[in-house]
């Protein structure tokens, strides 16, 4: 029973799929459904005409758009200032100037050449083509003359020709110019690491004949 059941239920739904097919067949052929069919591929057209208007619409305009957000962008950045300039520390020289050279030698000396009314050194003086040691033996030649048994420093010459001629020459110049003419002068003393000189006889000699 229940096999005859099942056969008549299959054959009654093919029966039915088939009618089912048919009609689809006719209504795909009516009139209705081809003006649908019509509509739908007109609004289909229609939808990508305007697409494609409105993007090309947007190509054009976004230069623009670019150089106006470009525009917004720059305006609406803050303003940076300018880095503060960093000063540079003048380095202090470890040398002293001549004008600031404390010396009580060649204030002893100053006051022999005002006393004696001795010739005071130019700046142009040279002897054997060289200022420096024109005035170094100058300078040497005086604080025989003043007394002074021990002999002057660098430091002393520097600070006697500042206060008697205004000539401004480094210690450490001087320095040179002792070490390079060892024949008209000599060591005398030491005084920790300072050392003192006075002229030799050929030095003596040069100073009688330029300056005296």
Sequence with gaps: MLKAHLVDLAVKTI????ETKEKIKK???ADVVQAYVSTIK???VWAIENHLKSET????????????SQNTQNTSEP???????TVKKIRKSSIRPANEIISTRAEQIMQHLKKSKAKM?????????????????????HAKRAKIKNGISIHDVS?????????????????RV??????????????KSTKTYLLTELGEKTFQEKFL
């Design 178 to 191: 002792v070490h390079s003419n060892q024949n008209l002068l000599k060591q005398v003393g030491q005084e």
């Design 27 to 29: 209504n795909l052929k």
């Design 42 to 44: 007109d609004v289909a």
């Design 121 to 141: 050194v130019k700046s142009t003086e040279e002897i054997n083509g060289k200022k420096s040691l024109a005035y170094l033996v100058w300078s040497l030649g």
């Design 15 to 18: 029966y039915r799929a088939q």
């Design 57 to 68: 619409k947007n190509q054009n305009n976004s230069p623009k758009n670019d150089a106006k």
């Design 79 to 85: 303003v940076k200032s300018p880095a503060p300039k």
């Design 159 to 175: 600070a006697l020709l500042y206060r008697a001629s205004k000539i401004e020459l480094y210690p450490i110049n001087i320095s």
